[in-house]
C-alpha cells in the first residue's frame, strides 16, 4: 500500500565551485573504502549516535570543479568519506545562498560505523537497488487495517535552478523511498508482498519521469518555471495518486495474482519507455 507524496520546496541554485576542506584533529585512521562503497548522508536533524569519528570536512568557495548545489556537495563528500575509510556522512551545518556567498552552505563529520545500511532513512530509486525488508524501518503498529501487510511511502519533488546558467532555468526531479516512513508487519514480511510494494516505488519513478519527460520539453526561463513547474508537478501529482489507488484495487494489495503479474508488465514497459528520462 502507497502511503503518501510530497512536493518539495523550490530553491535557486547558483553556479561556482566550491572546494571540499578537511579539519584534522585526533580521529581515527583506518584504510580507504572502495569508490563504489556504501555511504549513508544523514542530514541535520537526523539524529546520530556511534561510530568512530574519522574527520570533519565542509565545502567553501574556491577553483575546484562546479559543484554548487547541496546535492553535488554531497557527492563530494561522499568521495572525500570513503577516502579516509568512512561510510557515514552527518551533516551538522547547511546554509543556502546570500549575498556574500553565491554557493549553498555544507559542513558535516565524517564516521565509521559496522553496519552502515542500519543509519540510512532515505535513498533515491534505482534499478540496482530493489527494496528489502530491512529498509522498512517505521512502526509496524501504525498499520491498523487488516488487510494491509505493509506500507510504502515514497516521494518525488522539484528544485528549481534558474541562475547556474544566466537566462535560463532547469528542473530537478527526484524520487526517494523513504525508510521510517514505511512498515510493514512482521507475519507479512513475504516475497509476494515484498514485489508488490516494490511496485509502488516503480510507480513512483514512472511518474517522476514522466514528469521529467513533460519539464524536458517545455521552455522554461527564471520568469516562467515556478508557475510552469508547479502545474506540471500537481497535473502529474494528480494522475500519479489515481493509477497508485487503481493499482491497489484491482490487485487487492498484491492478493490477485494475475493482476499483479499484468501490473508488473505495465510498469516494466512504462519504465523502458521512458528510460531516456532515468535521471
Same mark, same amino acid.
Given at each position: 500500500?502507497?502511503?503518501?507524496?510530497?512536493?518539495?520546496?523550490?530553491?535557486?541554485?547558483?553556479?561556482?565551485?566550491?572546494?571540499?576542506?578537511?579539519?584534522?584533529?585526533?580521529?581515527?585512521?583506518?584504510?580507504?573504502?572502495?569508490?563504489?562503497?556504501?555511504?549513508?548522508?544523514?542530514?541535520?536533524?537526523?539524529?546520530?549516535?556511534?561510530?568512530?569519528?574519522?574527520?570533519?570536512?565542509?565545502?567553501?568557495?574556491?577553483?575546484?570543479?562546479?559543484?554548487?548545489?547541496?546535492?553535488?556537495?554531497?557527492?563530494?563528500?561522499?568521495?572525500?568519506?570513503?577516502?579516509?575509510?568512512?561510510?557515514?556522512?552527518?551533516?551538522?551545518?547547511?546554509?543556502?545562498?546570500?549575498?556574500?556567498?553565491?554557493?549553498?552552505?555544507?559542513?558535516?563529520?565524517?564516521?565509521?560505523?559496522?553496519?552502515?545500511?542500519?543509519?540510512?532513512? =532515505?535513498?533515491?530509486?534505482? /534499478?540496482?537497488?530493489? %527494496?528489502?525488508?530491512?529498509?522498512?524501518?517505521?512502526? &509496524?503498529? +501504525?498499520? *491498523?487495517?487488516?488487510?494491509?501487510?505493509?506500507?510504502?511511502?515514497?516521494?518525488?519533488?522539484?528544485?528549481?535552478?534558474?541562475?547556474?546558467?544566466?537566462?535560463?532555468?532547469?528542473?530537478?526531479?527526484?524520487?526517494?523511498?523513504?525508510?521510517?516512513?514505511?512498515?510493514?508487519?512482521?507475519?507479512?514480511? =513475504?516475497?509476494?508482498?515484498? /514485489?508488490?510494494?516494490? %511496485?509502488?516505488?516503480?510507480?513512483?519513478?514512472?511518474? &517522476?519521469? +514522466?514528469? *521529467?519527460?513533460?519539464?524536458?520539453?517545455?521552455?522554461?526561463?527564471?520568469?516562467?518555471?515556478?508557475?510552469?513547474?508547479?502545474?506540471?508537478?500537481?497535473?502529474?501529482?494528480?494522475?500519479?495518486?489515481?493509477?497508485?489507488?487503481?493499482?491497489?484495487?484491482?490487485?487487492?494489495?498484491?492478493?490477485?495474482?494475475?493482476?499483479?503479474?499484468?501490473?508488473?508488465?505495465?510498469?516494466?514497459?512504462?519504465?523502458?519507455?521512458?528510460? &531516456?528520462?532515468?535521471?
Amino acid at each position: 500500500m502507497k502511503n503518501v507524496l510530497y512536493l518539495l520546496t523550490a530553491a535557486g541554485l547558483f553556479a561556482c565551485s566550491p572546494k571540499l576542506q578537511s579539519t584534522d584533529h585526533s580521529f581515527a585512521t583506518f584504510p580507504a573504502l572502495p569508490d563504489t562503497a556504501f555511504v549513508v548522508v544523514l542530514e541535520e536533524e537526523d539524529r546520530f549516535t556511534g561510530g568512530q569519528k574519522t574527520g570533519i570536512i565542509q565545502s567553501t568557495d574556491d577553483h575546484i570543479a562546479a559543484a554548487c548545489a547541496y546535492d553535488e556537495i554531497i557527492t563530494r563528500m561522499k568521495q572525500a568519506a570513503r577516502q579516509k575509510g568512512a561510510n557515514i556522512v552527518k551533516v551538522t551545518a547547511h546554509t543556502n545562498p546570500d549575498r556574500s556567498h553565491r554557493c549553498e552552505y555544507v559542513s558535516a563529520g565524517l564516521y565509521r560505523v559496522d553496519h552502515p545500511r542500519t543509519y540510512e532513512r =532515505k535513498f533515491p530509486w534505482s /534499478a540496482d537497488r530493489p %527494496l528489502t525488508w530491512a529498509d522498512y524501518k517505521g512502526n &509496524a503498529a +501504525s498499520i *491498523r487495517e487488516r488487510h494491509v501487510g505493509a506500507r510504502t511511502s515514497c516521494r518525488f519533488g522539484i528544485k528549481i535552478d534558474t541562475l547556474t546558467t544566466p537566462g535560463q532555468a532547469r528542473v530537478i526531479v527526484t524520487n526517494e523511498f523513504i525508510c521510517y516512513q514505511s512498515s510493514a508487519k512482521n507475519d507479512q514480511q =513475504k516475497p509476494a508482498i515484498l /514485489a508488490h510494494e516494490q %511496485l509502488h516505488f516503480d510507480l513512483c519513478e514512472v511518474y &517522476a519521469r +514522466s514528469l *521529467r519527460k513533460t519539464l524536458s520539453t517545455t521552455p522554461l526561463t527564471p520568469g516562467n518555471v515556478t508557475r510552469i513547474s508547479k502545474d506540471a508537478f500537481l497535473e502529474t501529482y494528480r494522475l500519479y495518486r489515481e493509477q497508485q489507488a487503481l493499482y491497489d484495487a484491482e490487485t487487492e494489495h498484491g492478493l490477485q495474482t494475475a493482476a499483479q503479474e499484468q501490473w508488473t508488465r505495465k510498469v516494466k514497459d512504462a519504465l523502458a519507455s521512458m528510460e &531516456a528520462y532515468a535521471r
